[in-house]
């Protein structure tokens, strides 16, 4: 059975930071490229950070230079540093694992909520 568990998140004041944690099945990390998404209350879902499994690291244009994802191979792990946090981070965070490339599939955690007061 395929698993995705976040944790991590909490509240934190703007300019703080706060790490994200989601360990997978060994079955699907091997195959995805790892990824966290954000959805605000009443937004879409939105890439934040994808890790491929080539070793590539994107990032969307509103967190570059304050987040950082980093994936452990050995841990079948994928983390999210989020450094100088602002009040519009605020959202559900969830961590995927996308293995459609390689025939696999798509699937998700059920979300870590972050909130950043001002």
């Known amino acids: 059975q395929v698993q995705l568990v976040e944790s991590g998140g909490g509240l934190v004041q703007a300019g703080g930071s706060l790490n994200l944690s989601c360990v997978a099945s060994?079955?699907?990390?091997?195959?995805?490229?790892m990824g966290w998404h954000r959805q605000a209350p009443g937004k879409q879902r939105e890439l934040v950070a994808v890790?491929?499994?080539?070793?590539?690291?994107n990032y969307a244009d509103s967190v570059k230079g304050r987040f950082t994802i980093s994936r452990d191979n050995a841990k079948n792990t994928v983390a999210l540093q989020m450094d100088s946090l602002k009040p519009e981070d605020t959202a559900v965070y969830y961590c995927?694992?996308?293995?459609?490339?390689?025939?696999?599939?798509?699937?998700w955690g059920k979300g870590t909520l972050v909130t950043v007061s001002s």
């Open positions: 995927n694992a996308d293995a459609r490339v390689t025939g696999g599939i798509n699937c």
């Open positions: 060994a079955s699907i990390f091997r195959l995805s490229a």
């Open positions: 890790f491929t499994r080539g070793g590539t690291a």
